[in-house]
């Protein structure tokens, strides 16, 4: 833990310079052995999603002839099938509506909850960091089942909003994790200054906390926001309706279905990975800051 | 950092965070920094108003399932109406003599085991290799985490299709002159639990380079500076330096790792479904959950098999938290302290 918590602070002290500092001055090269066990490694760690991407742009002939060779000639008609399709898409937009509010809901959620535990002296404090605390050990499987009935109870299966508010409630343990360190780093003065000039506490949250605890913010809303993109248990009991479909279950359906045609399953697989890449690779720092922090409590 | 923590007065004890992050933490506190106000009357609605709706969706979707799984579980209940027919601990004993379950227990304990086995070495050396300033680090830092960020759909959906007995690796072996190594990767029950450790390693291995990453970038650089004028080897100061302060981020990762293997639901019923699974031998408690509670239509049975799950996973947490976790707060309170 003293390990941990002191490279918090460290990093916390040239929070905004490492990305300045890597574009000005150039690191040194590696040594070659370095550079040979990274390109194994990552060519291990690439090479399926590649076969996935290249996959797509077989034929079925060219799959069954030969399983692991290159496209030849390309074939974009896969892709183009399921693109042209309105399943692909239909599955695209739940989920982006899943993501979006499940995103706002928790972070929004978890900022206020977080404010109170950051900020706010009363009895029982401990208690409910406790409490959500605890949820952060028991992920959703084990509640599945009971869960199923709950949302059922309220008359929203095979809606988006048995998914959504479901992950809300299981995505605020890691927010509320992650947010109360940045909310209590926040300085005492700004506070005070704050209140002295006839700020109010609500007014402090909104005009304030919400701006100061940004890199927080974004981190919590880009770690529910892939695991809503992902999730799978939760949308495979609540949703059985196939307008209603996330894109985990969009591909699963679609390969049962489309068994025999690999290609094509591929293409579509390849297609519902690229918005979670995307996503990442925008804001792979932050992630990484994000799951550290939520380890580091 | 050794002096930090000679400077520790008993008695200054605050739980460290982690501590928190279990069961038992209803007497943990925050550690408080004195407040000027204390919270009056109109301070309880603002508290009540800010925190209230985490709470109330928190107990709903969270706490109240659970504790409705509690009570289910003793009933046979197909999920319809009010539950009436009570048979006491009968599901439970039924869960805890079929061999299907233990069966289960037994790959989730091999998987428990073979993740920390397997990853965690694969992890520090990639990690050790990554922490050296130089060109290129950021790129393969993205490209190890990838496989992480894919959803879970996805990586089994892929991998399924490349280890099928006509997929790609097969087809790969034969290319190269390797046909006799070709198996039957999916149906093969000497096999199988392997290839699934194999694509649990591809998948979470990143996790867990990205933990160390950053628990090695809090060892202070003075320690090797130090190390190095007093003539120690390379491997020397990983052994005696580098391991030792990275055992609190080994031991979280560790925790994060054994309760997520507990808990291993989806790729495993995404690539083999629930009945190949149990013959290839790569059943999880959690499958063997919904194939015999919500597939089987018996609720009351898949409630059961919940709460024992969640019995597992907290007596298993409770157990970690006592004899492995226990350093770490200590090393915590000094933390706190030189601040």
């Known amino acids: ?297 | 950092m050794s002096t930090t923590r000679e400077t520790t007065r008993p008695g200054s004890v605050s739980t460290s965070d982690l501590a928190q992050h279990d069961g038992s933490g209803a007497k943990a506190s925050l550690p408080s920094r004195p407040r000027r106000r204390g919270a009056g009357w109109s301070g309880r609605a603002e508290i009540a108003l800010l925190a209230g709706p985490a709470v109330i969706v928190f107990l709903a979707f969270v706490i109240l399932p659970v504790a409705m799984a509690a009570y289910y579980g003793f009933y046979r209940w197909a999920g319809y109406g009010p539950p009436t027919d009570f048979v006491g601990l009968q599901n439970y004993v039924v869960i805890l003599t079929d061999p299907a379950f233990l069966q289960a227990i037994g790959h989730n304990a091999f998987i428990v085991v073979m993740s920390l086995v397997i990853q965690g070495p694969i992890a520090i050396l990639l990690a050790l290799l990554l922490n050296r300033r130089m060109r290129g680090q950021s790129i393969i830092r993205i490209l190890i985490f990838v496989p992480y960020v894919i959803s879970e759909v996805v990586v089994g959906t892929g991998w399924s299709l490349m280890l099928s007995t006509n997929g790609a690796l097969n087809g790969m072996l034969h290319n190269l002159g390797l046909g006799s190594l070709a198996h039957d990767w999916l149906s093969d029950p000497n096999i199988a639990i392997w290839t699934l450790m194999g694509i649990l390693t591809w998948k979470y291995v990143g996790f867990a380079v990205i933990l160390f990453l950053a628990g090695l970038q809090g060892i202070p650089e003075e320690l090797y500076e130090a190390a190095a004028l007093d003539g120690a080897s390379y491997w020397q100061m990983q052994r005696r330096i580098t391991l030792p302060l990275l055992g609190p981020t080994l031991r979280i990762w560790a925790f994060l790792s054994i309760i997520g293997a507990l808990q291993l639901f989806d790729l495993v019923y995404i690539i083999w479904g629930q009945y190949v699974a149990s013959t290839a031998g790569t059943s999880t408690m959690a499958t063997y959950m919904v194939a015999n509670g919500r597939n089987a239509g018996n609720y009351g049975y898949g409630n059961a098999v919940a709460v024992v799950i969640f019995l597992i996973s907290l007596v298993v947490a409770l157990i970690y938290q006592r004899f492995v976790l226990r350093r770490d707060t200590a090393g915590a309170l000094t933390e706190r302290k030189t601040r």
């Open chain 1, 1 to 297: 833990m003293t390990a941990l918590t002191a490279g918090r602070t460290r990093r916390r002290g040239s929070g905004t310079n490492p990305s300045k500092r890597s574009t000005k001055e150039r690191l040194p090269w590696g040594s070659p052995t370095v550079y040979f066990i990274a390109f194994v490694v990552i060519a291990l760690m690439v090479v399926p999603i590649i076969y996935i991407i290249l996959g797509g742009f077989r034929t079925n002939s060219q799959i069954t002839v030969d399983p692991a060779g290159f496209p030849n000639p390309w074939n974009v008609q896969n892709y183009l099938n399921v693109l042209g399709g309105s399943v692909f898409w239909g599955q695209v937009l739940n989920s982006t509506i899943v993501a979006l509010v499940t995103t706002i809901g928790a972070v929004g959620l978890g900022l206020m909850a977080s404010y109170v535990l950051a900020r706010y002296q009363f009895r029982g404090r401990g208690a409910l960091y406790a409490l959500f605390a605890a949820g952060l050990m028991f992920p959703i499987t084990v509640a599945i089942t009971p869960l199923y009935l709950v949302v059922r109870n309220l008359g929203l299966m095979n809606s988006l909003g048995g998914v959504i508010i479901p992950q809300i409630a299981f995505a605020l343990p890691t927010t509320i994790i992650i947010l109360v360190p940045f909310l209590r780093a926040i300085p005492d003065e700004i506070q005070e200054a704050a209140f002295i000039d006839g700020c109010s506490r609500l007014g402090f949250f909104f005009r304030m906390v919400l701006r100061l605890s940004l890199p927080g913010v974004i981190t919590t809303g880009i770690l529910a926001f892939i695991g809503s993109w992902n999730s799978y248990l939760l949308p495979l009991f609540i949703l059985n309706n196939d307008s209603t479909f996330t894109l985990p279950l969009g591909v699963q359906a679609f390969s049962s279905q489309y068994a025999t045609d690999t290609a094509q399953v591929l293409a579509f697989t390849s297609l519902s990975m690229i918005p979670a890449l995307i996503f990442f690779s925008l804001f792979e720092r932050r992630i990484v800051g994000g799951l550290t922090g939520a380890v580091k409590g």
